[in-house]
């Protein structure tokens, strides 16, 4: 799993697109979640292979939205409307259980910092 974006830099309100390439075979549950300093991962999103009924947790429901690209081996989160809070490090990951919980995700891409200003 590798995060095709290195680094994000916006500014509140600004859009950005996050995408990982999934390579090797194709799994149950596409998932992309942040990290705070200091914090645990958190859950933001999730999505199945079959890629209908998305998952989001509540702080990002309404400007995220996740997909997968299953002829180019690529999973992507849209960002939208971003805020300063929104400001973490973000990473993809897969697995092969139940796409709308933490636990199936087992393989981890290397993560990528985004910064939204205010």
């Known amino acids: 799993v590798q995060l095709r974006r290195r680094r994000g830099l916006v500014q509140a309100g600004d859009s950005l697109r996050l995408s990982c390439v999934v390579s090797?075979?194709?799994?149950?549950?596409y998932g992309w979640f942040r990290q705070y300093p200091g914090k645990d991962r958190e859950f933001v999103a999730g999505?199945?292979?079959?890629?209908?009924?998305?998952y989001y947790s509540n702080p990002v429901k309404g400007r995220f939205t996740i997909s997968r690209d299953k002829y180019e081996n690529t999973m992507n989160l849209q960002m939208n409307s971003l805020k300063p809070e929104d400001t973490a490090v973000y990473y993809c990951?897969?697995?092969?259980?139940?796409?709308?919980?933490?636990?199936?995700?087992?393989?981890w891409g290397q993560g990528t910092l985004v910064t939204v200003s205010s």
């Open positions: 990951a897969v697995g092969g259980g139940d796409w709308r919980e933490p636990d199936t995700y087992v393989y």
């Open positions: 090797g075979r194709a799994f149950d549950a």
């Open positions: 999505l199945r292979y079959r890629g209908d009924h998305p």
